[in-house]
């Protein structure tokens, strides 16, 4: 169980006929447009009233076919599972500006301090390109079904995303496809695969991830079995376990800049006390790269710590908080 709440989102993806989801029939009743309305805005208030308060939810009724998570956790642990020096035949050194790739544990730096994780950078497949974190992705040779799972999870995880972002259009009284038509008609997009040894136990100081908030739009986790992820709400720290069939969502800096802070996005932090190793799966969905990214067009709030204030695009905002979590891929770029 869990204090955050868990929504289903089934009734926002009846909105694209294209969507993944359309497996799911919940997504797919359109006989009745007005109760589809009416649902659509049920789902909304209730993301909005997660959003105002600890900018964290469970998704549920995504449509997510169960098999693509099944193929994606099983072709990482093959691959954490290689030795050190073949997992480094992809490591991130070799991915040049594009950042993809592998980095070891300990190679991540989370408010200054080295993660205990390791991990694998995924974004967009893209052709070689000038653009810092634009290009193709590195996929290990000895674990092939791992390219394929992968692409297959950025497709429809983005499709997700989306809809999840016309519920947040509406609970903010903006037509659903305002961040479909503006800052998110060519989203970044960002994916994580982290593999997390078990945190040792006389050391309650070592963190799997420490204390942050993330970048962007929206965050979508999958967890595997093993819990480690906490949330800082507004009455203390809580635990936020797996829950089956679901992912857990939680806003980010964006999205509490675009709200003046009427939306939270909230500290949050890993340490994997399960005795086992822990797989979680992060995928980040962000505005475009040459987006600005100025205040919604209603009366916005203000920042409940005061830590977003940029102006540029949202490509140069991204470039300045990765180059702390990486300086010395940075250097070199």
């Known amino acids: 169980m869990s204090e955050l709440p868990v929504i289903d989102v089934s009734s926002l993806l009846a909105t694209d006929p294209t969507d993944p989801a359309a497996a799911n029939p919940a997504a797919t009743d359109r006989a009745d447009p007005a109760a589809a309305g009416l649902a659509k805005r049920a789902v909304a208030e209730a993301i909005g009233e997660a959003c105002r308060d600890s900018g964290f939810f469970y998704v549920s009724g995504h449509g997510v076919p169960p098999e693509l998570p099944r193929r994606l956790d099983a072709a990482s642990r093959r691959f954490f599972a290689l030795p050190e020096e073949v997992k480094a035949e992809i490591s991130m050194e070799r991915g040049g500006k594009a950042w993809r790739g592998f980095f070891p544990v300990g190679g991540e730096l989370t408010s200054g301090r080295p993660d205990l994780k390791e991990g694998i950078y995924f974004g967009a497949e893209e052709p070689p390109s000038p653009l810092p974190l634009h290009g193709p992705n590195l996929f290990p040779a000895q674990v092939p079904e791992l390219r394929d799972a992968v692409l297959d999870y950025l497709g429809t995880m983005t499709a997700l995303a989306q809809a999840v972002m016309s519920g947040i259009a509406l609970s903010l009284g903006l037509d659903e496809d305002y961040f479909r038509s503006g800052y998110t008609a060519e989203p970044t997009v960002l994916f994580r695969i982290f593999h997390y040894p078990p945190a040792p136990p006389d050391d309650p100081d070592t963190w799997g991830v420490g204390e942050h908030t993330d970048y962007g739009l929206l965050t979508l986790l999958l967890q595997d079995a093993n819990g480690g992820l906490q949330v800082r709400t507004p009455r203390g720290w809580i635990d936020a376990p797996p829950l089956e069939n679901t992912f857990v969502c939680n806003i980010g800096d964006m999205l509490d800049k675009l709200t003046g802070g009427h939306y939270r996005s909230t500290p949050h932090r890993v340490r994997n006390r399960s005795g086992n190793e822990r797989l979680s799966f992060p995928f980040f969905f962000d505005p475009g790269w040459d987006s600005e990214v100025p205040p919604l067009p209603y009366?916005?709030?203000?920042?409940?710590?005061?830590?977003?204030?940029?102006?540029?695009?949202?490509?140069?905002?991204?470039?300045?908080?990765?180059?702390?979590?990486?300086?010395?891929?940075f250097e070199t770029l």
Request: avoid cysteine; charge should be positive; charged fraction near 25%.
């Open 299 to 329: 009366a916005p709030g203000h920042r409940w710590d005061g830590q977003v204030d940029f102006t540029g695009t949202y490509g140069e905002y991204l470039l300045s908080k990765v180059s702390k979590v990486f300086p010395r891929l």
